[in-house]
C-alpha cells in the first residue's frame, strides 16, 4: 500500500499562485510516476501533470501550460504542483496520484491517490 497525502490547498486570487505538495509512504515503488489531477463541482475529473521518477519526461494539460510546474524529491518521496497565474476556472480539487509505468494522462493507469486539497481562485 502508498498513502498520497496533499497540502497547499486553499483560496487565493486570480493571478496569484500556490504551491501544492504530495507525500508518499508506505511501499514505494523502485521507479514511479506521479501526477496531479483534478475535479471541479459537476465535472469529471481530469489530468493536469505527470513527471517521471528521474524527472525528465513532464506531461502537461494544454490549459495549464506556462502556468504550472510539476517537480519531484525522491529523497523526500514528494511531488510538487507550482501553480502560477491562477485563474478562476483553475478552482478544483486537487488530487495526486502514483503508477509504476511511465507517464500517462489517463486517471485509469494510477494506481494509488491522494484524498485531495481544495484550490479555490476567487476572481
Known amino acids: 500500500q502508498v498513502q498520497l497525502v496533499e497540502s497547499g490547498g486553499g483560496l487565493v486570487q486570480a493571478g496569484g499562485s500556490l504551491r501544492l505538495s504530495c507525500a508518499a509512504s508506505?511501499?514505494?515503488?523502485?521507479?514511479?510516476?506521479m501526477g496531479w489531477f483534478r475535479q471541479a463541482p459537476g465535472k469529471e475529473r481530469e489530468f493536469v501533470a505527470a513527471i517521471s521518477w528521474g524527472g525528465g519526461v513532464r506531461n502537461y494539460a494544454d490549459f495549464v501550460k506556462g502556468r504550472f510546474t510539476i517537480s519531484r524529491d525522491n529523497a523526500k518521496n514528494t511531488v510538487y504542483l507550482q501553480m502560477n497565474s491562477l485563474k478562476p476556472e483553475d478552482t478544483a480539487v486537487y488530487y495526486c496520484?502514483?503508477?509504476?509505468?511511465?507517464?500517462?494522462?489517463?486517471?485509469?493507469?494510477?494506481?494509488?491517490w491522494g484524498q485531495g486539497t481544495q484550490v479555490t481562485v476567487s476572481s
Open positions: 508506505g511501499r514505494t515503488f523502485s521507479s514511479n510516476t
Open positions: 496520484a502514483v503508477r509504476s509505468y511511465s507517464t500517462s494522462t489517463h486517471s485509469y493507469d494510477y494506481d494509488y
